[in-house]
């Protein structure tokens, strides 16, 4: 909306918005504070689960305050919206006002403004709110780079250490590839971060990158001991649950977390309704959440907190491209986070290569999820997903184990090792299927029409073009 039209919903909203609550003030700093990577924040708020989440999540208090001096920090003020006594009943237990709900960044004053929510990004606003949408124009500013990945470490069997990271949108295995158990003997990875990474190229020309955040905000549902055993680890101490299922012995409960109920104990759903297995409701909601301190997750990475961060070697894009669903073509997974014009977003990403003295990191691409005909899944995923991270570190060091195909470099038969995979079919897993993809890249090239228009970089366009040159010829 425009300034005048924002400004007037701030009129409409705040005066008085806080009467008889308590309004706490909360110094933060996204990463590690004193570091040359780290921002800091102060945040307006009336809500006391933002408190107790933003002091998992960011580093808040004292020492943020003298580690800020007269340095700017970005503004940001929240409230629920629910000025005390209530007009009206309180649903849930959860005071909010969603038909005012007003969430607004502000980059050229660096402010964030929120009203009317309590939960997750809306309200705990170093999140994505700072993080991302007005990190992102610092970073374009400043000439850095605010991103959507995580951050992980990867040692081979030789000892030979990588840092990579990795972009995939929602629901596509990111914090699960972030604190993934590797199948591969000998290999270990450890984990820098799951969401977010702030990375600037340093004296050296080495692109660096740190965490922002001090916790764990991660969807529940789907989480367990076979999925992600370092994030089951990581929250039976120190957590808040957000909308997950109670259970009546005072533990948590969702779907997907393989675990057997004992014997007498039962299940209140997050709507505050008894519920069993096999209930047509899910006893979650399926964008429930943990909150946890990422100190406590057992395969933390002794640099992740590292003031001059952790030099990058590759980064990884990837997402679902499923035969009948909708695909999203968001590889940077940054379409929500922006917080500038996305051809501006795309051309900052290009500047880069013409940087000079600096040591650009590979692009790899990857898609864990591919079917075959009856609908399996061609790959096994999760753990295995470690056979992948080695090719990729083979090729960082020069090896030759990849072929030409008319869509990119992909692994030469034989490269990847599938030793004790069983059925996995290379040859299928591997596959580029014309109609495929003469259907994806006038998908894509109608996305970036429809997304970017007249503000898509050349240099893209061109791509494209060529891509699909090479696909006729297929």
């Known amino acids: 909306m425009s300034p005048a039209q924002f400004q007037k919903a701030l009129d409409e909203r705040f005066p008085g918005c806080m009467q008889g609550r308590t309004m706490y003030v909360l110094p933060f700093s996204m990463g590690p504070v004193g570091s040359p990577l780290s921002r800091v924040g102060i945040q307006l708020t009336d809500s006391p689960y933002v408190v107790a989440s933003m002091r998992i999540m960011t580093r808040l208090g004292k020492p943020v305050l003298q580690a800020l001096g007269d340095n700017d920090f970005v503004k940001c003020l929240h409230s629920v919206g629910q000025p005390l006594p209530l007009e009206g009943e309180l649903v849930n237990q959860w005071p909010c006002n969603p038909e005012k709900t007003l969430i607004g960044h502000v980059p050229d004053q660096r402010e964030i403004i929120s009203f009317g929510s309590g939960y997750g990004g809306n309200s705990l606003l170093g999140k994505k709110c ?4 007005i ?35 929602s629901a596509c295995g990111k914090t699960n590839l972030a604190m993934m158990q590797p199948t591969l003997p000998g290999w270990k990875v450890e984990c820098v971060g799951d969401d977010i990474a702030w990375m600037k190229f340093d004296s050296d020309g080495r692109l660096r990158a740190i965490n922002p955040e001090n916790g ?6 789907g989480t367990s001991a ?3 055993p370092n994030a089951m680890a990581t929250i039976q101490s120190n957590t808040l649950f957000t909308n997950v299922a109670e259970t009546s012995d005072g533990g948590v409960y969702w779907e997907g977390i393989d675990q057997t109920l004992p014997p007498g104990v039962t299940v209140t759903s997050w709507l505050g309704k008894a519920w069993k297995p096999g209930d047509k409701e899910p ?16 395969i933390m990475d002794p640099a992740w907190e590292a003031p001059e961060g952790v030099p990058i070697d590759a980064i990884i894009f990837g997402g679902r491209r499923p035969k009948g669903k909708t ?9 929500p986070f922006f917080g500038y014009n996305f051809g501006r977003y795309l051309e900052h990403w290009l ?13 790899f691409h990857v898609n864990w999820f591919r079917r075959d ?24 060091e020069g090896e030759d184990s990849a072929q030409k195909t008319p869509v990119g470099l992909v692994p030469k038969e034989g490269a990847l090792n599938l030793s004790g995979l069983g059925s996995v079919d290379f040859s299928e897993l591997f596959s580029l299927p014309k109609e495929f993809w003469e259907q994806e890249v006038h998908e894509v090239q109608s996305y970036l029409r429809e997304q970017v228009n007249q503000d898509l970089p050349r240099e893209v366009l061109a791509e494209l073009e060529a891509l699909e040159g090479r696909i006729q010829k297929m």
């Open 130 to 133: 700072f993080a991302l949408r």
């Open 135 to 169: 990190a992102s124009r610092l970073a374009r500013d400043e000439g850095w780079l605010a991103e959507h990945m995580l951050i992980l470490g990867i040692t081979n069997p030789a000892g030979k250490k990588r840092y990579v990271s990795a972009a995939f949108p």
């Open 216 to 221: 764990f905000f991660g969807v529940a549902p």
């Open 226 to 228: 076979t999925t992600n």
């Open 283 to 298: 006893c979650a909601h399926p964008n429930s959440r943990f909150c946890a301190p990422a100190r406590q997750c057992p």
């Open 327 to 335: 695909i999203m073509h968001d590889p940077f997974a940054m379409r």
């Open 351 to 363: 500047s880069m290569e013409g940087r000079q003295g600096v040591q650009l990191p590979r692009i």
């Open 373 to 396: 005909a009856a609908g399996r899944f061609l790959w096994p995923g999760f753990g295995e997903n470690s056979r992948v991270l080695d090719w990729i570190c083979r090729r960082l």
